[in-house]
């Protein structure tokens, strides 16, 4: 899986995308029926039909909204849920024993327990290893059934519980845009009380977590010797001397005698604690590297604005651009996730000719950016000038995919779409 | 206002307030404003807690309160002397975010499928729950009577002697006020910071629009939990705060939800989702409780000569005040008095696109 740098192109012969046999049944309703599509990478394909034929649906099942009836997706030959890993498994077994933990003192009584390891001594006589050897002679005076039973039960609910969230959110979202598929929305879903650039930079987190933003010489310089430890020693210094007064109090008490080596630390605490606010007013973020980061990533975010025409609006609140600015600004929103494959769900809705026409262009300039592109579309203008394959859905089935040629020519298509007279363009 | 505005604020007012006590004492009056205003720091550290919440994240926690009870409670378990732990002050206060932190995610992890109305009846239930364990964990937490004495702010008998100019009491008062206020304006600081990096715009895209911000890559679980877990840590360092300044960890129905309520009074009375707003709204609401009621009370009492009539005793009447600002604040300015930009855009346009 590529997570940063320029999207990779895999050899022709394994498609970028591959669907198999999805279904998708809401109840009663089969709103996509054992539909196969294939996507190569560095194409323009595009999924057409008449309304309500679960185009949308098809969409919202690849990119993880919808938990599909049966059927496969995989991206670049990969299935896009979450492979089961060791560590997986290690996560469920920790949860389990945690669980099975509280459970067992709730079996001993937490407060019978914290009574007999930690009060039955004066606080001068406790030590560590008399505690653990008081809790495991509380224990044995315990019920040892009832303590075993609540053990299993406690386990059991937090390693089940565990996975059954695991297996619930295999296919998520993110998880999905996480492998390198992007969209766009039908009805368009910016924030929109968020600026043009800021609704940017938030599809451009995972790289500004990991600081893999910008490219080339300006990624090198983001990088360069300053991530990520400038958190570790703005905090570090206050909590050693912390950890160091905690550990006095611990075995002196609150009485200390000689108040030198706690006057210093405390002075060293607050002096780094102070220091380090004065240097967050200063550069603005909690770490100097992500600063460095948010810097470039602004930049990018910047050019990607250029590419689809919105860098004059960059500081404008989102729901103050017109409709067609909205739509290309979704289009920069998930290109800044740097996808391998775009899906554009109906991209030329509510636009005029001379924005259909920009829109076509600006496609085919993702495209060579080396973006894959699938887009539903009902403008046949559009499908048919920018696609190289086209898949059509007429009630949740697929009943043809070519090159716009063959569509075209499709007697079946024809009957059920395009109508009698070849028209729609 | 700007974060270094705030910290020149706090910088130009902290040594005024010590001249009010002794004016007051002149008067007549006992005022003890600097002990007051540590309960108007401790609590603008709740509100602002609340904020991330409710306010960047738009999770409606009613259950604040459990967690600055643990807070306390922890503090109380680490420092006081029956125990042996006897962490101090300072290191209570960096165990007992973390122990607040950690509730935070075990109660968070399992809610967070839960959307709005039901996220406040679990979190509401938590509180309660909570507040009934620790008056019933007797052996641990001493019930009713709470754990005490929670020692005090501890700093070397030289600072002391300088900062008290040899009174013990008046250096305890201000040591207490002092490290409460730099607490505070620690806490505004950072939040101020975060609410322009990227974990601040994945809050708000999270409450503008998650199934939106989720297939751009953000992940909503882990965000979510991310802001509950910070909110709380934040509550428990208001708790052992708290739990200092009274050195007792309390009766545990001071963790009650009227005390949430109270504090989410405090926040959507300031602005919900802005820093000014939540400081402004507990210094309004707190201030009010505990530094203008005492005097109003004080005032009838020497006017009336007996007050033993709940009626006439003015802070009898506080809730229904709250309740009237609050019904009053929703029908003329829903966004709260100092609202973020965004949420007030966001408040307005609803009705628009209904």
């Known amino acids: 899986m590529s997570t940063s740098g320029t999207p990779l192109r895999t050899s022709s012969d394994s498609p970028l995308l591959r669907v198999r046999k999805l279904t998708l049944r809401f109840g009663g309703l089969t709103a996509v029926s054992e539909v196969d599509l294939d996507v190569q990478p560095g194409e323009i394909a595009a999924v057409i039909g008449p309304n309500g034929a679960g185009k949308t649906s098809l969409f919202n099942a690849i990119t993880g909204i919808y938990e599909p009836t049966s059927g496969e997706v995989e991206l670049d030959g990969n299935d896009v849920r979450l492979p089961m890993t060791g560590k997986v498994v290690a996560g469920w077994l920790a949860t389990g024993l945690a669980s099975s933990l509280l459970f067992l003192f709730i079996a001993a009584g937490i407060d019978a327990t914290w009574k007999a390891v930690v009060k039955a001594h004066p606080p001068w ?17 315990g019920n040892a059934l009832l303590m075993l039973l609540f053990s299993l039960v406690g386990f059991a609910i937090g390693a089940l519980g565990a996975r059954a969230v695991w297996l619930r959110s295999r296919r998520t979202p993110q998880g999905v845009a996480l492998q390198g598929v992007a969209r766009t929305f039908q009805n368009i879903r910016l924030f929109h009380h968020m600026g043009v650039l800021e609704n940017v930079l938030v599809a451009m987190d995972r790289h500004l977590r990991r600081g893999t933003v910008g490219s080339g010489s300006a990624a090198k310089s983001a990088l360069d010797g300053r991530f990520p430890h400038g958190a570790w020693l703005d905090l570090g210094l206050p909590a050693v001397c912390v950890v160091a007064m905690a550990g006095l109090g611990w075995t002196t008490g609150d009485g200390v005698d000689d108040e030198t080596l706690p006057s210093i630390l405390l002075l060293v605490m607050l002096g780094a604690a102070l220091a380090w606010l004065v240097r967050l007013t200063r550069r603005g973020t909690l770490t100097g590297s992500s600063r460095v980061v ?32 909205q739509r290309r600004l979704e289009v920069a929103r998930a290109l800044a996730t740097r996808p391998k494959l775009l899906l554009l769900d109906e991209p030329a809705a509510g636009m005029n000719p001379s924005e259909t026409v920009d829109l076509m262009a600006l496609v085919r300039s993702i495209r060579d950016r080396g973006v894959t592109v699938l887009l539903i579309e009902h403008h046949m203008r559009v499908v048919m000038g920018i696609s190289d394959h086209i898949t059509v859905l007429v009630h949740g089935k697929r009943i043809a995919h070519g090159t716009p040629e063959e569509i075209r020519r499709d007697p079946k298509v024809i009957e059920a779409y395009l109508g009698a007279d070849d028209g729609g363009h | 206002m700007t974060t270094e505005s705030l910290l020149l604020i706090f910088a130009v007012l902290s040594p005024i307030f010590p001249v009010f006590d002794l004016a007051g004492e002149a008067a007549g009056l006992q005022l003890h404003l600097d002990q007051r205003l540590v309960t108007i720091f401790v609590y603008g550290i709740l509100v602002v807690a609340l904020n991330v919440q409710v306010g960047y994240a738009g999770l409606l926690q009613l259950g604040i309160a459990a967690f600055f009870g643990i807070g306390a409670m922890a503090t109380g378990v680490m420092t006081v002397d029956k125990y042996p732990f006897h962490f101090g002050f300072w290191g209570a206060l960096v165990c007992a975010p ?10 968070g992890a399992p809610t967070l499928r ?18 009934t364990v620790l008056i019933n964990l007797e052996n641990i937490t001493d019930g009713p009577r709470g754990l005490n004495p929670v020692p005090e702010v501890w700093t070397p008998s030289w600072l002391r002697d300088w900062i008290g100019a040899g009174d013990a009491g008046e250096a305890n008062l201000l040591v207490m006020y002092y490290t409460a206020l730099l607490v505070l304006v620690a806490a505004v600081v950072v939040l101020k910071v975060i609410e322009n990096t990227r974990i601040g715009r994945a809050f708000v895209a999270l409450r503008e629009d998650e199934l939106a911000a989720a297939c751009m890559g953000l992940d909503p679980g882990r965000i979510k939990l991310m802001a509950f877990a910070g909110g709380a840590a934040l509550s428990g360092l208001a708790g052992c705060l708290y739990a200092t300044n009274l050195t007792t960890t309390a009766d545990p129905t001071n963790y009650d939800f009227n005390n949430a309520v109270m504090v989410l009074c405090c926040l959507i009375i300031g602005g919900l989702g802005s820093l000014r707003g939540a400081l402004l709204g507990a210094a309004l609401l707190i201030g009010f409780d505990n530094v203008l009621s005492p005097l109003l009370d004080r005032a009838i009492q020497v006017a009336v000569g007996d007050a033993s009539h709940p009626l006439a005793r003015f802070s009898s009447w506080r809730w229904f005040l709250f309740g009237f600002a609050l019904i009053f604040m929703m029908r003329l300015r829903p966004e709260g008095l100092f609202p973020a930009r965004r949420v007030a855009a966001e408040l307005h346009d609803e009705p628009e696109e209904a």
């Open chain 2, 114 to 131: 839960l959307r709005g109305d039901y996220l406040a009846i679990v979190t509401i239930g938590f509180g309660e729950v909570l507040r």
């Open chain 1, 125 to 141: 006589e406790f030590t560590i290893s008399g505690a653990f050897s008081d809790l495991f002679a509380h224990f044995a005076t």
């Open chain 2, 98 to 107: 973390l122990v607040a932190a950690v509730a935070g995610v075990v109660i």
């Open chain 1, 294 to 325: 948010e810097a470039v990533a602004r930049q990018e975010a910047m050019e990607l604005l250029k590419f689809v025409g919105l860098d004059k609006r960059a500081g404008d609140l989102a729901n103050s651009l017109a409709y067609g600015e």
